[in-house]
């Protein structure tokens, strides 16, 4: 796998930035099989990695996709000093931080309503070919809010220094940590001089919640890295299945909020998060699809491209679902929703530390427990 990991940072890998850290090796449509794109898909659609996330997640093995697809290694050339949060770029993850954007996936306290009532939606590996400390963790903060030491020691700068409970993840060649990454965590150094070669690979599952890591970067043709009938083959293909029906219920729960239609958006909300508990958060992670569709005819729908130069299968059936809608349907459409991103609005630009992105007008940590999914569907349907 080394070697594997060598080769595919060669042939994918950003030539151009020195400073790069990751890859993810996706080779394009029609190009011939690649046998170490195989090798890191084989292992990552392994029982004892894809499997086991199912198991984790407390899902069924044909109800989960590959949605993180990633070597992470050494820069080649020493980098600038990480800056702290609050850049108008984002947040460089050798800050203290948890991977949640709260203009892309709302507040973490009903990120962690969700979880807490219905279990991770995603899981993450790092898995090392060689030695690799980078990864510093705080055990548990996953499942709460930051505590009032870590919050003053980060609001007060420390961002980039140890915390009191915060652990080193020493891994050995071969040794490997899964996670939800809504834990606090941060990089350490990022050095050319210590070989890192780390396979970074998560997991969502479907059916009990709408992760808000809910994409994959898979795009449908990877499916040609293997012959016809292999079952690595028939995975990949499920894949696009569960994005294809998880799209069908959310074109549904869109057209029932289009018709401002109560009954039939109970019906959608009911099938794709059937707890009522943590069903905010999945109401908010909708909305920012609902943004992306608007802003996708905002643009005009004809000439919308693939961030990457091919569409992922996620973004694939995104795109196909705002094609199948109006103007008129999707004006409708985020003038519901519109109304609820303006309840999860704190009213002040502004960044909190220890999250991911740039300052935003959002709540970051704590949504107003007023606030409730019930308000906020009647909201969207007046
Ligand atoms: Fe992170």
Redesign the pocket.
Known sequence: MRETATALIDRYGDSDDPGSTRVSPIPKKGQPTDPDVVRFLNFALHDNTYGLSARLMDAASDRIVLSQFTILHNPRQEGEEPQLPEQSWGTD?RNW?R?VRPDHDGPLSEILTDTGANGPGYVQWNIALYEDSILEVVPGSHRRLQSEAEMSQVESGGTQTALADGLRVELSPGDGVVYN?VFL?RGTQYTPDITRRTIHIGYRMFDRMLPHQNGTPLPRHVREQYADGAPQRCVIDRFDVLYGEEFDLIERIFRAVIKRDGEALGGGLDQLHPNEVGRLSCLIVLSKLAQKVHGMHEQGIDSVEPACGYWSMSEQRLYDLATRLSRTDVERLWAGFGALDRMIRSGQEGHTRGFLGPPTGYFYEQLPSTITAEQVVEAMLE
């Open positions: 993850p931080h991977d990454n965590h």
